[in-house]
């Protein structure tokens, strides 16, 4: 390390052990995983800097209004004037302890130790009953045991959660067993469960109000408020009444938060009905029907299921094609023997479109076709201007070897006719060395020639 470097750090070591009664940063900060985090710090100094504890070289390093170091180099960390050490990005590994050093303006020593909490709120940020995210009105016997349950799911730091019975209702009438599961997601966030078992002794009361609460630091502080209605205890064989707010989904649509709305453009189809966590399935049963009087429209439901406290049903229609929109309305009805009463229902809209759908439907289908047919006749084209240009190519090629055989048409004739002499405009080659004979031979041939015409004349 360079010698300013090993300056700094000697110098952070040294405020380590300088007692920190002057610190003005808090003790323990909770900062949220995957925003930007901030320590809280109130020091004015001309120096300042931040390590993690046990470490000597410094992270960050303030000094006349400029940053430095390795954390504020790689932006990883950045540093405000009065001292407060600020995190980009707060993930899991931030979760340490960091120390603060300086000198103040008078130069005092500065020093502070900081532990960091990193947490992450779950979803929904409430502990959930029985798994229904809403408020609850739950109907049970005086006498009878029931379970409920309540969850948080996906959160940081591990957290606890417990009943908490208001109204001031006496604890000694009412019996509770708990057993608590956390499951560890191997990502720094966990799903804790609480399962209880609730009996409730003889009482005047007619209701009371629970709530299951979070334990945990502040920034997960929240709870969950379920109102219990009691019957009183009979003699009679009558089933035990289930919580009224099993409200069943339709096609994963929870009614009571969302608009169940389906827009679809097909004339039939099929809807699915459940009803999870219901405590005695012998008892209920789910009955589909429509909404309004349709001419046009066909529905059959099929046989409920039942399987491990969940009862299901489908329903199929039909609905005759008309000419724009229609709209189709259902309801499942959860019921329940014994009471003659429903217990939850859950509604669901249908939109059957189309005209504009349909045409745009209609539209998009012919331009995809369209398109496939200039590709078709593109390639094809194509094709065949590859095709023409070979032959081309060959014809050409035909050509040039024709051309070159006819350009010297007499040597043909000789090779035809056998003869093996050159042809006449061909002179031999003279020999240089019988350069005087050849002389002589032509002087001769010349004497011969005249004789010759004289001959001719006299004739």
Known sequence: MDIGGFSISIFVL??????????????????????????????????????????????IVFENNVGSGPGYNSGEYDLLSNGSLIIRNVSQQHERQYSLGGLSNADEPLSSVVTVRVFERPIPEYPVINGRVNHQNILL???KLWVMKCAMENVRPAISLEWVIVDGFPPNNLVINNNTTTRDHCDGTFSIHL??????????LQSLTILCVV??????????????LFLPASDDQSPDPVPIDLVPVIDGCYSKQLNCKQVTTSPTGMLSCTVMDVPTTDDVWIQW???????????????????????????????????????LEFQCRLLQRGFENVIGSADVTIE???????????RQTTASLVFLIIFILAFHVYLGIVIIRKLWIREMEKMRASAKGTENPESHEIVEMGMDRPPAAVEAPIDRHHSGTSANRAEALG???KAEDE?????
């Open 14 to 59: 040294r405020l380590l052990l300088i007692d920190s009664s002057n610190a003005s940063c808090p003790e323990t900060v909770y900062l949220e995983r995957g925003v930007v985090g901030i320590i809280d710090c109130s020091y004015q100094g001309k120096l300042l800097h931040w390590s993690i504890t046990g470490d000597t070289d410094a992270i």
């Open 141 to 143: 016997k005086v006498g």
């Open 195 to 204: 399962r209880s078992h609730f009996k409730m002794k003889d009482t005047s």
């Open 215 to 228: 334990i945990g630091p502040d920034v997960l502080s929240s709870n969950t408020s379920a109102d219990i």
């Open 289 to 327: 029907t429509p909404l309004g009087e349709y001419d046009n429209l066909e529905w059959d439901q099929t046989k409920p299921s039942y399987a491990s406290g969940t009862v299901s049903r489908s329903l199929d229609y039909s609905i005759d094609e008309p000419p724009g929109t229609s709209l």
């Open 352 to 362: 059957v479109q189309y005209g504009e759908v349909q045409e745009k439907h209609h």
């Open 447 to 449: 004497s011969e020639s």
């Open 455 to 459: 001959t001719e004349t006299r004739g």
